[in-house]
């Protein structure tokens, strides 16, 4: 099992950043890729970024040189890995409940809202 625990969301004016944060514990040597996904009101959940084991990324085109998702190594007592979502040069589009996945929705953290809205 894999727990997440996102942190970082809130209020920001349009054109503003944002840093979210994901603290994996528990089986982390079982995560082949961590995501965030997001979902706004009326709207499926969609897929923002992805950083597999190998390094690979990927983004939604709608986030592609705005958002970063990045990773720090595993935690020195191989209990927790964190991963994190910089975004920056924010719309009101990008309000949505944003999820952390591993593994493509195998596991998920309990959200967090992000508004942009001046």
């Known amino acids: 099992q894999v727990q997440l625990v996102e942190s970082g969301g809130g209020l920001v004016q349009p054109g503003g950043s944002l840093r979210l944060s994901c603290a994996a514990s528990g089986s982390i040597f079982s995560i082949y890729a961590m995501n965030w996904y997001r979902q706004a009101p009326g709207k499926q959940r969609e897929l923002v970024a992805s950083?597999?084991?190998?390094?690979?990324?990927?983004?939604?085109?709608?986030v592609k040189g705005r958002f970063t998702i990045s990773r720090d190594p595993i935690s020195s007592d191989n209990a927790k890995r964190t991963a994190y979502l910089q975004m920056n040069s924010m719309t009101p589009e990008d309000t949505a409940i944003y999820y952390c996945?591993?593994?493509?929705?195998?596991?998920w953290g309990q959200g967090t809202q992000v508004t942009v809205s001046s």
């Open positions: 950083i597999t084991s190998g390094g690979t990324i990927d983004y939604a085109d709608s």
């Open positions: 996945s591993a593994n493509y929705g195998s596991y």
